[in-house]
């Protein structure tokens, strides 16, 4: 059974990081990208980026180029998201995504809710 | 980046009732469309894949159509497990996009 199994909830003082993970089961992690999208409260989705575990190789909407550091351990079968210089828009929802290629998204992990707040 | 117009932005059904969800493009996506049900506190779970391939597992109940910028969710015979958000998502371009949601409730 594929699982993406996230961290817990994140509290983050404006301007500082946070780092959220996102351990995969149930398949070959080098297999699929990694995706992750946010989820503002009460708001929609939005794609953040992806990352291909077994190259290491991203990518990255424009809007979180240069908030969002996206990284993966094949040897955990982890995936990360690291979010910098906190604010207050940045408090959401965060979801990794798997990835077929060329598909949408099949499996989805439970989501980390990160709280900016000083 | 293309724009995905969901509507409506919330709609009230009958158990039993058939719904329809739609979603247009700003440009063409060639199928490249997923739709999603989300419950509160829950993660999006994938419906229907490529506007109208349904994805493992989901009931029959759901279904898929459309084409080149005008795509549409199904759901025959409403059932009380189906209230949630719906979205829908365009993968066919960089980058993906998604719908602002569908809030489905009973009536």
């Known amino acids: 059974e594929v699982q993406l199994q996230q961290s817990g909830p994140e509290v983050g003082r404006p301007g500082s990081s946070v780092k959220i993970s996102c351990k995969a089961s149930?398949?070959?992690?080098?297999?699929?990208?990694m995706n992750w999208v946010k989820q503002s409260p009460g708001q929609g989705l939005e794609w953040i980026g992806w990352?291909?575990?077994?190259?290491?190789?991203?990518d990255y909407a424009e809007k979180f180029k240069k908030k969002a550091t996206l990284t993966a351990d094949t040897s955990s079968n982890t995936a990360y998201i690291q979010l910098s210089s906190l604010t207050s828009e940045d408090t959401a929802t965060y979801f990794c995504?798997?990835?077929?290629?060329?598909?949408?998204?099949?499996?989805w992990g439970q989501g980390v809710m990160v709280t900016v707040s000083s | 980046d293309i724009q995905m117009t969901q509507s409506p932005a919330s709609l009230s059904a009958s158990l039993g009732e058939t719904v329809t969800i739609e979603c247009r493009a700003s440009?063409?996506?060639?199928?490249?469309l997923a739709w999603y049900q989300q419950k509160p506190g829950k993660s999006p779970q994938l419906l229907i894949y490529?506007?109208?391939s349904l994805h493992t597992g989901v009931p029959s109940r759901f279904s898929g159509s459309g084409s080149g910028t005008q795509y549409s969710l199904k759901i025959n015979s409403l059932q009380s497990e189906d209230v949630a958000s719906y979205f829908c998502?365009?993968?066919?371009?960089?980058?993906?996009?998604f719908g602002a949601g569908t809030k489905l409730e009973l009536k």
């Open positions: 149930g398949y070959t992690f080098t297999d699929y990208v």
């Open positions: 998502q365009q993968y066919y371009d960089y980058p993906d996009t």
């Open positions: 440009e063409d996506i060639y199928n490249g």
């Open positions: 990352i291909d575990p077994e190259y290491g190789s991203t």
């Open positions: 490529n506007a109208n």
């Open positions: 995504a798997r990835r077929p290629a060329g598909s949408s998204f099949d499996y």
